[in-house]
C-alpha cells in the first residue's frame, strides 16, 4: 500500500457544519439515519485546526471513535482531554460536554449516537476563545 492511500480519507467530506453550533470549519458526512429499529445516528465528522462544536449533551448518549488527528474532549468541570486516532470514547447521557481539532491538528472521529428515541443532542453555548485557547 502506498503512502497516498495510507493518507486516504474513508468517507467523503460532507457538508458543512452549522455556523450555529460550530466554531471555525467542521464537516458531516452522514452514515446511518435513526431509525425505530436501531435507535442510533452515525455520522463521520471532520474538525480542521480550530475547529470545535458548542457545548452540548445527549440525551442517549454518545460514543466517539477518534479515526484521524489531534483533538480534545472535554466535560464541564473537567480539563480538556487529547484525543487521538484510535480512541475511544464514551459520553453518558445529559453530560455536558465539547468535542474539536486542536489547534495545529486537524481531527476526524465516527460519532455514534445511541438511544435515539430520547433525543440526538440539545446545543449550549459555544466554547469562547478564551477557553480554547486556555487548553493550549
Ligand atoms: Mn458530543
Same mark, same amino acid.
Given at each position: 500500500?502506498?503512502? &497516498?492511500?495510507?493518507?486516504?480519507?474513508?468517507?467523503?467530506?460532507?457538508?458543512? &457544519?452549522? &455556523?450555529?453550533? #460550530?466554531? $471555525?470549519? &467542521?464537516?458531516?458526512?452522514?452514515?446511518? %439515519?435513526s431509525d425505530p +429499529?436501531f435507535n442510533t445516528q452515525i455520522?463521520?465528522?471532520? #474538525?480542521?485546526?480550530?475547529? @470545535?462544536?458548542?457545548?452540548h449533551t445527549h440525551p442517549g448518549g454518545q460514543i466517539l471513535?477518534?479515526?484521524?488527528?489531534? $483533538?480534545?474532549?472535554?466535560?464541564? $468541570?473537567?480539563?480538556?482531554?487529547?484525543? @487521538?486516532? $484510535?480512541? +475511544?470514547?464514551t459520553i453518558a447521557p445529559d453530560v455536558?460536554h465539547?468535542?474539536?481539532?486542536? %489547534?495545529?491538528? =486537524?481531527?476526524?472521529?465516527?460519532a455514534v449516537n445511541t438511544n435515539t428515541q430520547k433525543g440526538i443532542v440539545d446545543?449550549?453555548?459555544?466554547?469562547?476563545?478564551?477557553?480554547?485557547? =486556555?487548553?493550549?
Amino acid at each position: 500500500m502506498s503512502n &497516498a492511500e495510507n493518507t486516504e480519507s474513508i468517507f467523503t467530506q460532507g457538508d458543512k &457544519a452549522p &455556523a450555529d453550533y #460550530f466554531m $471555525g470549519n &467542521a464537516w458531516i458526512k452522514k452514515l446511518v %439515519a435513526s431509525d425505530p +429499529v436501531f435507535n442510533t445516528q452515525i455520522g463521520n465528522v471532520v #474538525f480542521e485546526p480550530g475547529a @470545535r462544536n458548542n457545548w452540548h449533551t445527549h440525551p442517549g448518549g454518545q460514543i466517539l471513535i477518534i479515526t484521524d488527528g489531534t $483533538g480534545y474532549y472535554q466535560e464541564k $468541570g473537567k480539563a480538556a482531554q487529547i484525543i @487521538r486516532k $484510535g480512541d +475511544v470514547i464514551t459520553i453518558a447521557p445529559d453530560v455536558v460536554h465539547w468535542h474539536g481539532a486542536t %489547534a495545529n491538528s =486537524s481531527m476526524t472521529h465516527i460519532a455514534v449516537n445511541t438511544n435515539t428515541q430520547k433525543g440526538i443532542v440539545d446545543w449550549l453555548e459555544p466554547v469562547t476563545d478564551d477557553q480554547y485557547k =486556555s487548553i493550549q
